[in-house]
């Protein structure tokens, strides 16, 4: 089971990034079928933070207050891959960004010790 994150990098404050995760290996099936995915983020020190959460339709998410209204969770499950679109980016969001997976996940997962396998994450910087 293979989860790869892509897509971070440095932008501005106010600017948008996309980051996407592919599933591979076992895992080819757990952008479709009954696998919920999500994002959550770390900054150096302190816990892991929940960002968004999709279900394996792709019907139902959950965001975390601090990003609802400018990230957007979504899917492709031909192309098994997540993705997580985020607008209107402040210095608040520079982090590692994660992938997981949880398998029956239903988009309302929002702790990290729910999920099953992790990718390696990438890395956002906001500049103000």
């Known amino acids: 089971v293979q989860l790869k994150e892509s897509g971070g990098g440095v932008e501005q404050a106010g600017g948008s990034l996309r980051l996407s995760c592919i599933a591979s290996?076992?895992?080819?099936?757990?952008?479709?079928?009954?696998?919920?995915m999500g994002w959550f983020r770390q900054v150096s020190g302190k816990e892991r933070e929940f960002v968004g959460a999709?279900?394996?339709?792709?019907?139902?998410?959950t965001y975390a207050d601090s990003v609802k209204g400018r990230f957007t969770i979504s899917r492709d499950n031909a192309r098994n891959t997540v993705y997580l679109q985020m607008n209107h980016l402040t210095p608040e969001d520079k982090a590692f960004y994660f992938c997981?997976?949880?398998?029956?996940?239903?988009?309302?997962?929002?702790?990290?010790?729910?999920?099953?396998?992790w990718g390696q994450g990438t890395q956002v910087y906001v500049l103000s």
């Open positions: 997981t997976t949880k398998q029956y996940g239903n988009g309302k997962n929002t702790g990290w010790m729910e999920y099953e396998y």
């Open positions: 290996g076992d895992a080819s099936g757990r952008a479709s079928g009954s696998y919920g």
């Open positions: 999709i279900d394996w339709s792709g019907d139902r998410t």
